[in-house]
């Protein structure tokens, strides 16, 4: 991304699909290992940098940006080069300005939206509040009993509450019940209570896996996707997909089989999992999780130089969210699934390389760089590696839930 590293987490709505992203920003030349550095509002010369990467499409397709916006940044002429609908939030303070008011509301007559934080200062409702399209607040900041007392303000006014640093699924039920309409942390990827079961595809899918390492002969695996064409179909649309950048349009299961190989094939099968019963992938925050885990433990495999676990690095992380998706234990994925012994080793224990990849990948995910020190060391690898990776994965997700999966 031109000098910067960019993180970004979903925003949910009720049915926990994906309405938007908020994106959050930092500058390369300023990654330290061990150090928690400043996550940028976003300016001018981000938006620059977004530009010349690509687009804002490249980080979250067709989804909404929410951007943390500095005060001059709200009357710059770039910001009308982001699409129509992207976010852009001040903080609770900044809503006091008069000038913060009259361009936040200019913003909004030309497609754009404004969110506030609120920070519980006793301030009440500042006249910003009363215009704009989103309220967020900070979960971790308040007890339950002033958290029902804030709902109840906001809600004599037309904007939508958001959550963030949600931490689990009982706090993400309990704030729904409030009244927030979107929100925000990494309670989505804790296992909850009444998922999905494991359905007949799912169940071949997880035989084929088998069967892959196995080595079983190219009939026999070419059968079983003939006894559903569900998969066959999920498997080629996949495949072909912009993501994958597989150089030739693949026509049959044989010739997946014959041009990726047994060990390459078991990656898309294990992807397909996540996929296959799915009615659209791209609102489902689950599936692009387990992408970017998947893709980052590939890279970073590759950049330490432990060639010998690459292809098992994208497995491990995809199959480490798949408790969630089930909600079942690891235990009983990696028993069903007869994985390799270092994918069990790394997902019931944290042992091994592919453990180490593992751990740091979670750390990633909830932002804890400044604890990830020990895991890098024995990687030789920095927190500027692990950052690119990320970056990296983020945009090549994208291709996977735009585009090439339409």
């Known amino acids: 991304m031109n000098g910067y590293y960019v993180h970004k987490e979903p925003v949910l709505d009720r049915k926990k699909g994906i309405i938007g992203y908020q994106l959050c920003f930092r500058e390369a030349r300023q990654a330290e290992t061990g150090l928690k550095w400043p996550v940028l509002p976003v300016d001018g010369r981000v938006i620059e940098a977004v530009a010349q990467g690509g687009g804002l499409e490249k980080l979250t397709g067709s989804k909404s940006a929410f951007f943390d916006a500095s005060l001059g940044m709200l009357d710059l002429d770039i910001l009308r080069t982001l699409p129509k609908?992207?976010?852009?939030?001040?903080?609770?303070?900044?809503?006091?300005?008069?000038?913060?008011?009259?361009?936040?509301?200019?913003?909004?007559?030309?497609g754009y939206r404004i969110g506030v934080g609120h920070s519980g200062n006793g301030m009440g409702i500042a006249p910003l509040y009363q215009s704009v399209d989103f309220v967020r607040i900070d979960s971790l900041s308040f007890d339950p009993d002033q958290l029902s007392s804030i709902v109840a303000m906001f809600q004599k006014l037309p904007v939508k509450l958001a959550a963030y640093n949600v931490q689990d699924r009982a706090a993400h039920d309990y704030y729904e019940k409030l009244g927030f309409e979107?929100?925000?942390?990494?309670?989505?990827?804790?296992?909850?209570?009444?998922?999905?079961?494991?359905?007949s595809s799912q169940t071949l899918l997880m035989q084929l896996s088998n069967d892959l390492r196995a080595n079983r002969d190219v009939t026999h695996i070419e059968k079983l996707f003939k006894n559903g064409p569900k998969l066959t179909f999920g498997l080629l649309k996949l495949i072909n997909s912009a993501f994958f950048g597989v150089a030739q349009k693949i026509t049959s299961i044989r010739h997946a089989i014959t041009l990726l190989g047994y060990e390459n094939l078991q990656k898309w099968v294990v992807l397909l999992l996540f996929t296959v019963d799915r009615r659209d992938e791209k609102v489902n925050p689950l599936v692009e999780r387990a992408i970017v885990r998947g893709k980052v433990m590939e890279v970073l495999a590759n950049q330490a130089g432990v060639k010998s676990v690459v292809d098992s690095a994208f497995i491990t992380g995809m199959l480490s969210l798949i408790n969630v998706l089930f909600n079942v234990s690891a235990s009983e994925v990696t028993e069903?699934?007869?994985?390799?012994?270092?994918?069990?080793?790394?997902?019931?224990?944290?042992?091994?390389?592919l453990g180490t990849l593992l751990n740091l990948v979670?750390?990633?995910?909830?932002?804890?760089h400044q604890s990830a020190d020990e895991e890098l060391g024995i990687l030789g690898l920095t927190i500027s590696d692990l950052l690119s990776a990320e970056t990296d994965a983020i945009v090549e997700s994208q291709l996977f839930l735009g585009a090439g999966m339409a």
């Open 85 to 110: 609908g992207t976010v852009f939030q001040v903080t609770g303070r900044d809503g006091l300005d008069k000038d913060v008011i009259i361009k936040s509301g200019v913003l909004r007559k030309q």
């Open 182 to 199: 979107l929100f925000e942390g990494p309670f989505f990827i804790q296992p909850a209570e009444g998922a999905e079961p494991i359905s």
């Open 336 to 353: 069903k699934m007869n994985l390799a012994q270092e994918i069990q080793d790394a997902l019931l224990k944290r042992e091994g390389l």
């Open 362 to 368: 979670e750390k990633m995910d909830l932002q804890e």
